[in-house]
């Protein structure tokens, strides 16, 4: 972990002095745990992407003033995606959404959680793109865009039995690499 905090300083340093190629370092880090913390508060798509690319921009006219206090980053970000997913969820009320606002949105962010969340969601990111080609497709195909496995295995020109077993390996690997990092 203190690889990550002397990361995370020198990089919001550089990026406070205006060196745009610490800024996209620092965007390449979390972008993938702000949405996902984003997603999980607006709930669709669309709007997580949204969100997460306001508080990137937040983030981008705050850092040459930010003082980081802690090891990371990503506690500051998920305090400001919190705030940008509730102006998402005002507008989208005040534009005609029906939906309740204040189940959606928790009154305190557990960081904790969330970072444990963050560090689990790159865990299993990391062991999917260690998934050779194939492999990768199927879960791409089957997981991602609910394939059968017939229709994948049309697809891929491979048998339904390739694709049944690979992904039942696929999952598994996923599952465990989900629980060594949710494991203390």
Not at 23 to 38: F, Q, S
Not at 130 to 149: F, H, K, M, N, V
Request: aromatic share 6%.
């Amino acid at each position: 972990m203190t690889d990550d905090v002397i990361d995370d300083r020198a990089l919001l340093a550089r990026a406070a002095a205006g060196s745009d190629a610490a800024y996209r370092e620092l965007y390449r880090a979390y972008a993938r745990p702000v949405y996902w913390m984003a997603f999980g508060l607006v709930g669709n798509a669309s709007d997580a992407e949204d969100v997460m690319q306001e508080t990137f921009v937040v983030a981008w006219r705050k850092i040459p003033s930010l003082r980081l206090e802690g090891a990371s980053l990503l506690p500051w970000l998920a305090t400001v995606c919190r705030l940008q997913a509730q102006n998402r969820l005002r507008a989208r009320r005040r534009h005609g959404a029906h939906e309740p606002l204040d189940d959606e949105i928790p009154s305190l962010v557990d960081v904790e959680t969330q970072v444990v969340h963050a560090q689990t969601m790159a865990a299993i990111l990391a062991a999917v793109d260690r998934l050779g080609d194939l492999d990768r497709e199927i879960l791409r195909l089957c997981a991602a865009e609910g394939y059968g496995y017939e229709a994948a295995a049309a697809s891929l020109g491979v048998s339904h039995g390739t694709v049944r077993n690979r992904l039942s390996r696929i999952r598994s690997r996923m599952r465990t690499t989900a629980m060594e990092t949710e494991t203390p």
